[in-house]
């Protein structure tokens, strides 16, 4: 096990929270220089960092701490009657691991889907090169999971396989399929996929009380909070 106190961290100048307008957000980041491999990551993870990219990082604020990470612990977790309605509805979607979401076909997909979903975010306006940069595949731990109806491409969820979870990276979908809701769906299938690995959380990662965005991710119990550097389980 690494001492991650050998890692160096640098940490960003403060800069307007793209949650919470009110405040001011410094991200702490790992060294990019530093070799990263599958364990170190997962190591990482359960103290609170999240990959965007190629890199690791932490909220690191010094008058908020509204972003708590946030995990399912899938051994106990049950679907509750909308995620079981969801589970069912999407039962006709046929679901491909690729190596790769280079195509036209999925960067058209991921730009309807800022575009028309996220066009008050970070990520908006999309581009090729933010998309190529945000969704890579890192340290041989990243699988792409599609979701197909017959020969549409409704959805595609990036999360990586780590030693002690499935991390869910980013998930982008069809806007007009919102009956589906297919952000839900690739969370509860990244659920079944540490159930059948035997890994025991799914990381979701920053929940924020505050932030009507991040409500969805409290519909998942039990969850698993970070707080004061140690994962509380609330019911």
């Known amino acids: 096990m690494t001492d991650l106190g050998t890692i160096r961290l640098f940490a960003t100048h403060p800069h307007a929270c793209s949650y919470l307008p009110e405040e001011e957000a410094t991200t702490v980041f790992v060294d990019p220089t530093y070799?990263?491999?599958?364990?170190?990551?997962?190591?990482?993870?359960?103290?609170?960092?999240?990959?965007?990219?190629?890199?690791?990082?932490?909220?690191?604020?010094?008058?908020?701490?509204?972003?708590?990470?946030?995990?399912?612990?899938?051994s106990a977790f049950q679907m509750n009657r909308q995620q079981r309605r969801c589970w069912k509805r999407n039962q006709d979607l046929d679901i491909r691991q690729v190596e790769q979401i280079d195509t036209e076909t999925h960067y058209q997909l991921y730009a309807r889907y800022i575009e028309l979903r996220h066009n008050d975010g970070d990520m908006y306006p999309p581009s090729p090169e933010q998309y190529r940069s945000f969704l890579t595949s890192e340290w041989g731990v990243t699988e792409y999971l599609e979701f197909w109806l017959e020969e549409r491409l409704l959805g595609v969820a990036v999360c990586d396989r780590m030693t002690n979870g499935y991390s869910a990276v980013y998930t982008f979908f069809e806007p007009a399929e919102h009956r589906r809701s297919l952000g839900a769906f690739a969370i509860l299938y990244q659920i079944e996929l540490a159930k059948a690995a035997h890994l025991p959380s799914v990381y979701l990662g920053y929940w924020i009380k505050q932030c009507p965005k991040m409500s969805y991710k409290t519909n998942y119990r039990p969850l698993e909070l970070y707080i004061d550097n140690r994962w509380v389980r609330i019911n």
């Open 35 to 74: 070799p990263v491999e599958k364990n170190l990551y997962s190591q990482l993870s359960e103290s609170g960092f999240r990959r965007s990219g190629s890199h690791l990082y932490r909220p690191h604020c010094s008058h908020c701490k509204a972003c708590v990470p946030a995990r399912i612990p899938v």
